[in-house]
């Protein structure tokens, strides 16, 4: 009898509190490795599971996508979508289950993603929120925020935003430290002023680059940065001028593109 490989493609929705990020790790509780452990109840098989990118600890996703290949004819996609969800514990829910054609590929086939991080600035921030966002307590000067963020919409080098381990330095080949940003933007949200949502749209993003560019953006906020040292960092291309990570609870990846035309353009 031959099997026929079904290329099953997972749309995943996680809250990251108190997990070891995406990627398994021995021992250590991930989304990757919570996922192949119930997937291979499924199928009776070990099961390799490829995603869209890597998230670190504590970071949330509302549409992180994944692939795996199966032999299992008896399973439809809503039987997946239906049965992991009854075996993954409720910080992780699988919103979609489709079958794509064998050469797919949950990260070679992404053409974008966009994140998008949550603030609380000034006052008192409700401690209900204070794993979803990054609690300042302190004003931000969202103009200048705006107007530093403008400098990074389109093709840079991103080496001052790059977190270490990022990429292997010795391969000289690829894109290196260049990326593209479609659009980058901070706003109020609607009925509450203290809370700010960045949002950051690209074709790829490095090792904790979101998080940096964050970080940065908030210096500005506060003041401690002009927009135009905010450029200037970026020019330089050291990650050592440029300033603290933010903290990861902020983060969330919200969805991942796999057409051009679905891009979000300024």
């Known amino acids: 009898m031959v099997f026929v490989m079904r290329n099953l493609m997972l749309v995943v929705a996680f809250d990251g509190t108190g997990l070891a990020g995406w990627q398994r790790q021995k021992g250590i509780q991930t989304i990757q490795g919570i996922l192949e452990d119930q997937l291979a109840i499924m199928t009776g098989q070990l099961v390799s599971l490829h995603g869209a990118g890597r998230t670190d600890a504590g970071v949330h996703a509302l549409g992180m996508t994944a692939n795996f290949l199966t032999d299992n004819e008896r399973i439809p996609s ?19 289950v489709e079958e794509k054609e064998p050469s797919f590929h949950a990260r070679k086939n992404a053409v974008g993603k966009t994140y998008f991080y949550q603030l609380c600035r000034g006052g008192v921030c409700v401690p209900t929120d204070r794993l979803y966002q990054w609690q300042l307590e302190t004003d931000l000067d969202l103009s200048a925020m705006r107007e530093a963020l403008t400098f990074i919409v389109g093709k840079h080098d991103f080496s001052s935003f790059e977190g270490a381990g990022s990429r292997d330095r010795n391969f000289t080949e690829g894109k290196g430290a260049v990326r593209t940003i479609f659009r980058a933007t901070v706003n109020e949200n609607s009925g509450d002023r203290s809370k700010l949502t960045l949002v950051v749209s690209g074709d790829g993003f490095l090792r904790h680059m979101v998080r940096n560019i964050v970080g940065a953006a908030v210096e500005v906020g506060r003041g401690r940065l002009t927009p135009d040292q905010f450029r200037g960092i970026r020019d330089k291309r050291d990650r050592t001028l440029s300033s603290p990570t933010a903290p990861a609870q902020g983060l969330f990846l919200q969805e991942v593109y796999y057409a051009k035309e679905d891009l979000p353009l300024l």
């Open 78 to 96: 809503e039987g997946f979508r239906r049965g992991l969800n009854s075996l993954l514990p409720r910080a992780i829910r699988i919103l979609v």
